[in-house]
């Protein structure tokens, strides 16, 4: 997992209000959206608030409010009736439902419903099954494990798309100990450098050893999610190489996909104020990029290592600059 700094504890504060965005004038104004207040739930009713630029200045419209990053929905901000009003007095643009929905398609930030948590659950369940059908307890147990609210970026999204990736590398015919290597690399996850690979390879050990499994199988996913640690396997290795590959495939996402992906990995970590943050992120992006090269498996270079580069430079380029 890519660690933009190590501290414990997930919990994110309210923000305190702000006044606007600063990101407004230099997007030529106001670039938020909020629909009337309608969408029930805890006893009272919600808005949508979406951009139709960026999540980040939608965060950020959120910080400027003093809603909480709870509050965010994969691509908008459920706003309670009371802060309706709020919001428009601090100029976000009030508009119809329909109108709202139109903006966000346009804008592609839009999560379709197959990338809504609980599709990708479903998924996952069905894709272990397939595999594991021997163990469908355990399988369930993993999928309730990624699914754990912390988790903004290293939920079921990124399993599914680490998934994704090794069938792509392997041509869809994964060995099981790099399926199960993927499955448990963040099984545990809490935000604790080093301490969270040692438990998920321990509870690999754990739940992979006896119990119809093959022999030694249990240990040789846990040395593989212990190459996450540094994200430095052994060439001679493919298995770890494929891993460590899926692991990143991220960063050669479009870069809409990237963005989503910085910005998921700032909520894990909400609670640390934000120079802090970007100067650790930064930091360790650097040292990211001083490894030739970031991906190991030739087609992985051939897919992701160009416009990896490419996103990992531009966020260094606005953490550096913000």
């Not at 609980?118 to 399988?139: C, E, M, N, Q």
């Not at 240990?219 to 493919?238: G, I, N, Q, W």
Request: with cysteine.
């Amino acid at each position: 997992m890519l660690y933009p700094l190590s501290y414990e504890g997930n919990t994110a504060p309210p923000y305190p209000r702000r006044g606007p965005p600063a990101s407004w004038a230099h997007n030529g104004g106001m670039t938020v959206y909020i629909d009337p207040p309608r969408w029930p739930a805890h006893g009272t009713v919600f808005s949508h608030m979406v951009s139709d630029t960026s999540l980040d200045e939608l965060h950020e419209t959120a910080r400027a409010l003093g809603i909480s990053v709870r509050a965010f929905d994969e691509d908008h901000y459920d706003v309670p009736a009371h802060r309706h009003a709020d919001a428009v007095a601090l100029g976000v643009r009030a508009v119809d439902g329909k109108q709202l929905t139109r903006l966000l398609i346009r804008s592609g930030l839009r999560i379709p419903a197959r990338g809504r948590p609980a599709k990708i659950a479903a998924t996952l369940s069905d894709r272990w099954r397939r595999h594991f059908p021997v163990h469908p307890a355990l399988g369930e147990a993993l999928v309730s494990r990624w699914g754990e609210p912390h988790r903004h970026y290293h939920g079921t999204s990124h399993l599914l798309q680490a998934l994704e990736a090794v069938d792509r590398l392997t041509g869809g015919s994964p060995s099981d100990e790099l399926l199960l290597a993927v499955w448990f690399h963040d099984a545990v996850y809490r935000g604790v450098p080093g301490r969270d690979e040692e438990e998920s390879a321990e509870l690999a050990r754990r739940e992979l050893t006896g119990d119809g499994w093959e022999p030694g199988l249990g240990e040789r996913v846990a040395e593989l999610v212990l190459v996450t640690l540094a994200h430095r396997p052994d060439p001679a290795d493919r298995s770890s190489c494929l891993l460590v590959d899926a692991d990143l495939s991220i960063l050669g996402g479009s870069p809409t996909e990237y963005d989503r992906y910085a910005a998921a990995v700032r909520r894990e970590y909400e609670h640390v104020p934000d120079p802090e943050f970007r100067a650790a992120r930064a930091e360790v992006l650097r040292t990211l990029m001083a490894t030739p090269p970031l991906f190991h498996d030739p087609l992985a270079v051939q897919l992701w290592e160009a416009r990896a580069r490419e996103n990992v430079t531009r966020e260094i380029e606005q953490l550096s600059a913000a």
